[in-house]
């Protein structure tokens, strides 16, 4: 087995076609297809089958490909290091992040790591942890920021805790609510709830039904965490937001928090990583500066 011959597999899994993959690679169809059927013969498993969509993986290819996929990304990742190891600038980091991490967490962390790091390639791909661990096992993100997904975690991946966050119901700076000291008082407001991929759209209205009162009607629901806020900070609909947020300067002048007696839930965003991949010089200083962004806002959510 050689390792054109797993970089052949992935091209024509990502080409969806002989044809694209060899263009993509500059080699002949003919020299791709004998390559796939060489790697075929000595696996004795058969890898794709044409379809009326193209070329696609067999369920032994779908198995196969899962490797192979991880065995191309660690080679990347080892070059990638050597080229850090010769130069402090080079090389590159990509990770995952949720939707508030992105916002509260990432911008800070990148200003401290661009000191350090100005020539360093990054990659950020935002969504949920069901979308992110998977491009994490295949090892094409270095590591994940987001909430930890219910159940159990693989074996594979570890979590650490970076940040408790409560949230906080608020609204725009000046709402004529901003004076409401108890949930009784936003029965009749108009709310905005985030009801995005893993996160419970239940959370109002559960809150609302513990304290004995009756669900909020009038509700407008979003899963975008920055149609979230901008709807708050733009109308006068109300709803629960990252206690992150009112730790930063600039969003203080947008949101005004509601001072209720009544306490929300709290969550946690934790730092994803593979168990049995170390992280590239370059990603462990990211690593680095985004633990010491947490760290800054935690310390300003108790100055607060």
Do not use: C
């Not at 992040?97 to 401290?112: E, K, M, R, S």
């Not at 680095?288 to 108790?302: D, E, G, M, R």
């Amino acid at each position: 087995m050689q390792l054109t011959q797993l970089r052949n597999l992935l091209a024509v899994v990502d080409s969806g076609s002989i044809r694209g993959a060899a263009r993509k690679l500059s080699i002949s169809q003919p020299a791709l297809t004998r390559s796939v059927r060489q790697l075929e013969a000595e696996l004795q498993v058969k890898l794709f089958e044409r379809t009326a969509r193209g070329v696609v993986p067999t369920r032994a290819g779908r198995a196969f490909l899962a490797r192979t996929r991880m065995i191309h990304n660690e080679l990347g990742r080892a070059r990638d290091e050597l080229a850090q190891i010769a130069s402090e600038h080079a090389g590159s980091v990509a990770f995952g992040v949720g939707p508030q991490a992105a916002i509260h967490l990432v911008p800070p962390a990148l200003a401290q790591f661009r000191r350090e790091h100005v020539n360093t390639e990054i990659g950020i791909v935002d969504g949920p942890a069901q979308v992110l661990l998977p491009q994490l096992r295949e090892g094409s993100l270095d590591f994940v920021i987001s909430m930890r997904p219910q159940g159990k975690l693989d074996t594979g991946i570890r979590a650490q805790p970076l940040f408790t966050n409560r949230l906080i119901i608020g609204g725009r700076r000046g709402h004529p609510l901003r004076h409401a000291r108890s949930l009784r008082e936003l029965v009749d407001a108009n709310w905005v709830i985030y009801t995005a991929t893993g996160w419970s759209g239940a959370i109002i209205p559960d809150l609302f039904e513990k304290n004995g009162l009756p669900v909020p009607k009038s509700v407008v629901r979003s899963d975008s965490y920055i149609a979230l806020l901008t709807t708050i900070a733009g109308t006068d609909l109300v709803g629960a937001l990252s206690s992150m947020l009112f730790a930063q300067r600039l969003a203080r002048d947008f949101f005004e928090p509601f001072e209720l007696k009544e306490r929300l839930p709290e969550f946690a965003l934790y730092l994803l990583l593979r168990t049995d991949s170390p992280l590239t010089p370059v990603a462990a200083a990211m690593v680095a500066a985004i633990k010491a962004a947490a760290q800054q806002l935690a310390f300003s959510k108790t100055k607060r």
